[in-house]
């Protein structure tokens, strides 16, 4: 534990430099091309078929970093708890670091292709925010994924929430986490609560997109349900390159080049 906090505390101090200082809430589109996605936050076509969504988090495991570092001075509580200013240091390069090896990992088994889709917000109020990331190569296999820094300086996978045809979202009312999915006219805003250490689903709404109800949009102002804002990068090809965008929550979006994480931090 002590080498990690080392790792995690000099990681740290190497990505101070990069800091984003940009405002975070955090929202989510599909990544279809190269190009970025178009400027409406969920589109309401799409191709293929539902994911189920699920709270089970059957392969739940603690993911570290593996570099090395020197010791830490001041990031011990006496019951041997980091304290959260140590932990609030050290959770950017935690988070950078499974990113970039999800990535990594995805487009190795996929001959180069890979997309993700990742999101900031603090779900247990602690004051540190839980990474949400979705990754994949299309609709068909997405996954989102929830991802824990505990007090231990772990970084926890709290399991399988969702797939494709997906947007990270928040109620304004409880500011809890929501998910907005919808699929060929139909759709479903699911709610999460936090409870006993992970995400719970406590309700949902399903509606259809008719001539009374012509977007996605149209639902999620009557229900304050509001996108957040997050970060999406793909690559199509081994000899392509890694693009990626910062979709901001008033609507605008940034190019940027390679897979972006200085978002974090």
Known sequence: ?????????????????????????????PVATTKPPVTDTFTDEVTTGKTETTTDSGEDAAVTSENTATEPVTTKEPDGMVSAGGRMDMYPAVYQS????????????NEGSASIEYALRDLDNDGIPELILKYGTCEADYQIHIYRYDEECELKDLGLFGGGHTAFCYDENTGDFVILWGHMGAASIMYYEWENGTLVS????????????????????????KYMEFVAANNFSADGEIKSWIYYGNGNSEEKEGLYLDYIG
Do not use: Q, W
């Open 1 to 29: 534990m002590k080498k990690l906090i080392a790792v995690m505390c000099l990681s740290a101090v190497m990505l101070a430099s990069c800091k984003n200082t940009d405002n975070k809430s955090n929202s989510v589109r």
């Open 202 to 225: 406590k309700d949902h709404y399903d509606f259809t997109l008719d001539d009374k109800t012509p977007s996605y949009d149209t639902v999620l102002d009557e229900k304050g349900v």
């Open 98 to 109: 499974e990113i970039r090896r999800i990535f990594d990992e995805t487009s190795e088994k």
